[in-house]
């Protein structure tokens, strides 16, 4: 089993992008997914984007994400 973090691509670089969630940006890879636009929401897991999703997904599993976290910490 794997754990995808649902990221905003924000800027686009051929086969790599900037991805963000919550103010954390990361740099992702694009090779399974070479159609994506900037503002799509995509799965990424290990660096790199494995699906892409809509928002209402995007922000259903952030929150459920989120809420994981607050009982957590």
Do not use: F, Q
């Not at 963000?20 to 900037?38: H, K, Q």
Request: glycine share 6%.
């Amino acid at each position: 089993m794997c754990l995808a973090i649902p990221m905003r691509i924000v800027a686009l670089d051929g086969v790599t992008a900037v991805a963000e969630v919550d103010g954390v940006s990361r740099r992702v890879r694009l090779d399974l997914l070479p159609e994506v636009s900037l503002g799509d929401y995509v799965l990424i897991h290990a660096g790199l984007a494995i699906a892409r999703v809509d928002a209402a997904h995007a922000e259903e599993t952030l929150s459920l994400l989120r809420s994981l976290a607050d009982e957590v910490y």
